[in-house]
């Protein structure tokens, strides 16, 4: 799977944004889909997980409320809308596919797109 990220960019605090991740190869509906986040310093920390039928997902504690994962199978994308977005939330997003119904951790994703950055101004 070959996975591309993008929609990343500079927003001051309390706007929004959405990522996108485009996925090509394999099957995109056989892999549960996660997007992560690294900013400096920092390790990469999940954000938000969907499975591969987009019937569940999971969010980050720091993110719930504010941000949504989605998927179109039809289309082969997986998407990130992101509101309220505070400056903490700045980092490079990486869009993340595993083998799955739906994964949690890091280790279980095996193909990583290249990231996009999100700045978020105070």
Known sequence: VQLQASGGGLVQA???????????????S????????????????IVATIS?????????????????????????MVYLQMNSLKPEDTAVYYCAAARGEIAYYFQDYEY???????????
């Open 14 to 28: 309390g706007g929004s944004l959405r990522l996108s991740c485009a996925a090509s190869g394999r099957t995109f």
């Open 52 to 76: 591969w039928s987009g019937g569940r997902s999971y969010y980050a504690d720091s993110v719930k409320g504010r941000f949504t994962i989605s998927r179109d199978n039809t289309k082969n």
């Open 30 to 45: 056989g892999y549960a889909m996660g997007w992560f986040r690294q900013s400096p310093g920092k390790e990469r920390e």
């Open 112 to 122: 990583w797109g290249q990231g996009t950055l999100v700045t978020v101004s105070s």
